[in-house]
């Protein structure tokens, strides 16, 4: 019986999330943020408890262990070596320096404002500071949508790339976390470096190994059927492979897909169209299961705080924008613009939901980190809305400011009268 009920759960949740796109869609607003809301009202719903809607930890673990190895694997496999050029280049430096401000200004303001200072609290402040780094515009395009501008497409470009950055090195620190105490060289070399070397080292041969074998068969053989279940079979087993192995499972799924977007695979692009399938229904599970997690019960100076450590995080991401864009082509709007759009996505939220399962006792953290999802989305879909003011989308980043309806009007307004009179004249 209680596999119907997990069962029940799950369709009862995506029905609710597919209504919530549909409505979403008609409203033109984030359904990423109506997802999380609903899930916050599910949560603080008085019959949730032991519900359809209550699952077990190790249900969540696996949903989202699942989804984390699908999105670093999606996200890496993005990463092409061979294209690298002046605005990948700009998007890396733009991706560092939001770390770093972050780490400074927001893992500052955590301390101040909710983290108690240990050596412990820096590293969870650091690993917020890390999540919080985590951009996905797609989630507010919903005005723009696939509109061709080189802003948005340098915003797509830096989530692309910030993404396997943000999901592992939280997990990386976390362990460590739990491990040292006091911070002394002879710790920092046994608790820190060599822990964390292992599971790296360990991570990218496990993943280069996989890789090689499965890739080399698909240069040659695909099958419509059962290349895309190969991909994902292989992303799982290499996750499992090296946590099994005593490393870091998302390290050897990003190498493995950094391998599978370098590397020739027959009807590549296709197998990556299937990942981005089964991704939809698990945004939709992942989503409403992050905002599940928040019970309203913290007081109107929690919430204050949150408020004062979100604007010290805007500051942050401007000042990151001037830094990695200076004496770039880039004019003063639409840096501003870059600067408010930052918003949250799935892999802030996947991080979320697996420290939410699988190390409990962070609960104000969490809390604090879903209502920065909230308050990036909001502050994305209003930037969305007054995106005219800040850079012109009907213009393409490789096309000269013509409008468009001069110069074909004239055209067609000639062809007529020019061609016409020939035509009777000959006869």
Known sequence: ????????????????GIIATIVARKLRVSSILFFILIGIFIANLP???????????DFLIAIALLTLAMIVFDGSSRLSLHELDKQSTRAVELVVAFIVMNALLVGGGAILLFIEPSVQ??????????????TDPGSVFILLGETKHRVLEFLRLEAVLNTPVVVIIPFLLLDIVHGVRQLTVESTF???LLPLLQQVIVGIGTGLLIGVIVFRLMRKHYSKSLSPVVVIATTIFAYVTAEQLAGNGIVAVATLGLLFGNTYVKRKGRLVEFSSILSTSLNILVFLMV????????????FIKSLALFVIAIIARFLAVVISLHGSEFKWREKLFMSLHMPKGIAVAVVTLTLAVLWPGLNELLTLMILFMVYS???????DRFSKY?????ILPEEAPVLPSTAPAKQATAKPSSSKPKKRAKK
Request: charged fraction near 15%; proline fraction near 3%.
């Open 1 to 16: 019986m209680e596999a119907i009920s997990y069962l029940t759960g799950l369709s009862v949740l995506l029905i609710i």
């Open 291 to 302: 905002g599940m997690l928040v019970v309203i019960d913290f007081d109107l100076a929690f």
């Open 121 to 134: 609290g820096f590293l969870l402040a650091i690993i917020f500071a890390v999540i919080m780094a985590g």
């Open 377 to 383: 989305l909001i502050l994305g879909s209003v930037t």
């Open 47 to 57: 019959s949730t408890k032991g519900g359809v809607l209550d699952f077990p930890p």
């Open 190 to 192: 046994n608790d820190l």
């Open 390 to 394: 800040f850079i012109k989308k009907d």
